[in-house]
């Protein structure tokens, strides 16, 4: 089986870091995407780790170790905008090329 | 360009009806999916089509789920004899599938999603 953890909510002041912890397990792991999703809208693609280390990509950040089976994405500078559920997703290739998602981390930014 | 679309927006149906979710991918993209998404929670995957076929259906929950993409392009996603707990967002995303390369070969297109009133 798989399963993928995340915090439930978040919350942040605007200028500030915040650091968003995604663990899972999973056999024939190839890769883990996280998305971001404002309310009522699509999932919209953030980064994608296959390899550990550190993916940069302006104010966002992507780490993955699989040793660990864990990865976070770190929100550098945060702007209201920035509000919104963060899912991070898993592919397994033992279980084709669906993702399997994780529930969601739902990050509020306060002025 | 266009994305991903998906009609209609928003579905109120009666229990015991059918009804039918229609996605239209990115142009070009052989592999089409379909998820579900609850209220706050991530979204669930249902099925996973690779040009006309259905590579992965393992995520439908009943023989009252179904979908199709005849010619390789658009999907329609079947529900019938709709029950309340059917009650959700319906999402459908698209990828260049065994087309593009490392990155854009997994990456996933979302479409707005259709939300799904059961009575």
């Known amino acids: 089986g798989q399963n993928i953890d995340q915090p439930t909510e978040m919350t942040a002041t605007e200028g500030a870091i915040v650091q968003i912890n995604c663990t899972y397990q999973t056999s024939g792991f190839n890769g883990l995407f996280w998305y971001q999703q404002h309310a009522g809208e699509a999932p919209t693609f953030l980064s994608y780790?296959?390899?550990?280390g550190l993916e940069e990509k302006g104010r966002f950040s992507s780490f993955l170790s699989r040793s660990k089976g864990y990865s976070y994405l770190l929100l550098k500078e945060l702007q209201m905008k920035d509000s919104a559920s963060y899912l991070c997703a898993v592919i397994n290739r033992d279980y084709g090329q669906n993702f399997v998602f994780g529930p969601g981390t739902r990050l509020s930014v306060l002025p | 360009g266009a994305g991903v679309s998906q009609t209609p927006s928003n579905k109120v149906t009666e229990k015991g009806k059918y009804v039918e979710l229609r996605c239209d991918p990115i142009?070009?993209?052989?592999?089409l999916y379909w998820y579900r998404q609850s209220l706050g929670q991530g979204p669930e995957f249902l099925i996973y089509f690779q040009g006309t076929g259905a590579a992965d259906d393992s995520g439908l929950p009943n023989d009252r789920f179904f979908a199709v993409r005849p010619e390789g392009s658009v999907s329609t996603l079947k529900i019938q004899r709709t029950e309340r707990g059917d009650s959700a967002v319906y999402l459908c995303?698209?990828?260049?599938?065994?087309?593009?390369?490392?990155?854009?070969?997994?990456?996933?297109?979302f479409g707005p999603g259709t939300r799904l009133t059961v009575l």
């Open positions: 142009s070009g993209h052989t592999a």
């Open positions: 995303a698209s990828s260049p599938g065994l087309a593009g390369g490392s990155l854009s070969y997994n990456e996933q297109f």
């Open positions: 780790n296959v390899l550990d």
